[in-house]
Each structure stands twice: as structure tokens, then as C-alpha cells.
């Protein structure tokens, strides 16, 4: 399988964080979240090639992941998406979709799933002969205007309702952007309209799909990280670090891990940083200082004797 990472978004609603980072770049205890994603997607099976739709040659995510694709051994190519517009106009920018000969399985770069669910998932798809499978996740109609309401009958997916009102809500199913499918559901992308807020989205490209005869299942997922707000950020990194272990010193500072500190990050004497933090390139923590629990931002500086638990530390 092929595997797709769409990462061109601009993350609007995790601003002033994404100026200095993008989303797509914003680590994960150490890792960017699209390469988390890459990583959950190649462990479960359904990525031996990856396709990442980034925002320009330029978006900072390209050298993580080309990096990363180094150290593994993958093969990895980029698309790019210089405008968000919606899912479908992401996978209009894959090079060589008309060619694609294996099946893909696509997700985006702010989601986290439970490895095995996600193992699973990809499993069934290969063993059913389907023409596709999507991810659902159980939500409440009002939880369903942001994603896309998923309508089955037995073990097929008969109707996607793209940002339903609640009252059109007509299964218990949302739909994260999670898919295996067929190569052949790329050639329905043509058959998308622009929404009324002026998106092309991958939901009416399967509806099309299934519509020309297509057979599409489903699996049920028990739930998801996702990276939407500043919040969000902190908790995925309380929740991939590992738990709090050696003690260390560092120019004359405290590190208690697990910490990351990036290159150029300069540390006075006297501070105390850990666990729990990520100190990124170029950033500055002063004399006495703690960081605990907390992201410093490039070019940061947390002054001396200041105290930082549980936040985003940005340029001033």
C-alpha cells in the first residue's frame, strides 16, 4: 500500500504557534506530528511507499520527513497544495495519482490513532476485497458539523453527508479523515464540486465512487488524538514522553528526563528543565530558571528565574 499524509493545512486555530512552526511540524515529544502519523501508518502495515501533500517545496515538514525517510529506508514524494482547499484539492496535487497501481491508505497530519486499532483497520481492508474501507467514530449529531456523517447498512458505507446540520444527521457515525481504498477512487475526483465554502472535499469523491458501484466498508474506531488546539499540543506531548526518569547536568542546569533539547538552545546555570519539555532551536532559558511540562518555541526566551509548567513558550 501507498501511504497518503495530507499536511498543507495552516493550522489557523493553534495560531500564534503555528508562525514559528507549522502544524504539520509541531513536535510530538520530540517528533514532528507528521511523521508520527507516517510512522503509525508504516508500523500498521499500510505505508511501504508515502505521498505527503505539503504547502510549498519550502514547508519546514519536507527536511524532517525526507530526513526520516533516510534513517528507515522508505521511499518518500511530496505533492504540494499552495492553497487549502479541502481534501479532494489535496490529493489533486499527488504526482503520478493517474499511474497509482497499489492501494493507498490516507490520513491526515493531525491525527493519532491506538496502534492496534490502526493495524486492524488496514487488515480488514486487505482481507474484505473491498473498493475501500473508512474510518467512524461514534460522535453526537451536533459533534458532526466539523467532519463528515458516515451512513452504513450491514457492512457498507451507502452515504457520506459532508459537515451535516444536526437534524441531517442520519448515523451515529462521524468520519475522520482515515481511508484505504482503491486506487481507482482517485479518478472521482473530477466529479467534485466546490462546496459553499468553497472547498473540494474527498467525501463527495466517495459518494461518486460508491454511486459508479463501488463496494466500501467501514471500521469503528474507539477514538483518536487530534492536534486542533494549543491544548491539544500539551497533551500529546504528556502523552508520548516517557515517564520521568535519570537526572543529568547540562552546563551547569538540571535535565530531568525525558527532555528534547534542540541545537543552539542556550541553558544558564542554575536552571532546572524537565521533565516533559522540548527546548527548540535557537531558544534561550535563563539563570534559575524551570521549564517543566512545556514547549519553548524557537527563538524563545524564558527569563531568568522565571517559572514555566504546562505551556507554549513563544518569541515575545
Known amino acids: 500500500m501507498i501511504g497518503i499524509v495530507l499536511a498543507a493545512g495552516l493550522g489557523t ?16 515529544a520530540g517528533v514532528a506530528i507528521a511523521v508520527r502519523v507516517i510512522e503509525q501508518l508504516r508500523a500498521a502495515g499500510g505505508a511501504e511507499r508515502v505521498i505527503v501533500i505539503a504547502q510549498s517545496p519550502e514547508h519546514d515538514v519536507v527536511p524532517l520527513i525526507e530526513a526520516h525517510a533516510r534513517r528507515h529506508g522508505y521511499e518518500v514524494a511530496f ?22 497501481d497499489e492501494d493507498v491508505v490516507i490520513g491526515a497530519c493531525d491525527n493519532l490513532y491506538e496502534p492496534d486499532e490502526l493495524g486492524r483497520f488496514v487488515a480488514q481492508h486487505r482481507a474484505s476485497g473491498a473498493d475501500g474501507t473508512m474510518a467512524v467514530l461514534r460522535a453526537a ?8 456523517n ?47 465554502r468553497g472547498e473540494f472535499e474527498f467525501q463527495d469523491a466517495i459518494q461518486a465512487f460508491i454511486a459508479d458501484g463501488a463496494r466500501v466498508g467501514w471500521f469503528e474506531f ?54 516533559n519539555a522540548h527546548l527548540m532551536r535557537g531558544c534561550r532559558v535563563g539563570r534559575g530558571a524551570t521549564v517543566r511540562h512545556a ?3 524557537p527563538g524563545a526566551v524564558v527569563e531568568d528565574g522565571a517559572s514555566v509548567e504546562h505551556a507554549l513558550v513563544v518569541p515575545a
Open 13 to 28: 486555530r493553534l495560531r500564534p504557534y503555528t508562525t514559528f512552526v507549522s502544524k504539520a511540524a509541531l513536535p510530538v
Open 79 to 100: 505533492g504540494t497544495q499552495r492553497r487549502p482547499r479541502g481534501s479532494a484539492h489535496a490529493l489533486m496535487h499527488v504526482p503520478g495519482r493517474e499511474g497509482l
Open 141 to 148: 449529531p451536533e459533534g458532526m458539523g466539523a467532519s463528515s
Open 150 to 196: 458516515v451512513v452504513v447498512e450491514g457492512a457498507r458505507v451507502v452515504r457520506v453527508i459532508e459537515k451535516p446540520a444536526p437534524e441531517a444527521v442520519a448515523s451515529p457515525f462521524a468520519g475522520p479523515q482515515l481511508y484505504a481504498f482503491s486506487p481507482k477512487v482517485l479518478s472521482f475526483l473530477g466529479a467534485v464540486s466546490e462546496s459553499p
Open 222 to 275: 474507539s477514538g483518536r488524538a487530534t492536534l486542533t488546539t494549543p491544548a491539544d499540543l500539551l497533551a500529546l506531548n504528556e502523552r508520548f514522553f516517557k515517564s520521568a526518569g535519570e537526572t543529568r547536568q547540562v552546563s551547569g542546569a538540571t535535565v530531568v528526563e525525558p527532555v528534547v533539547i534542540d541545537p543552539g538552545v542556550e541553558i544558564g546555570p542554575g536552571s532546572t528543565v524537565g521533565p
Open 295 to 297: 514547549l519553548v518555541f
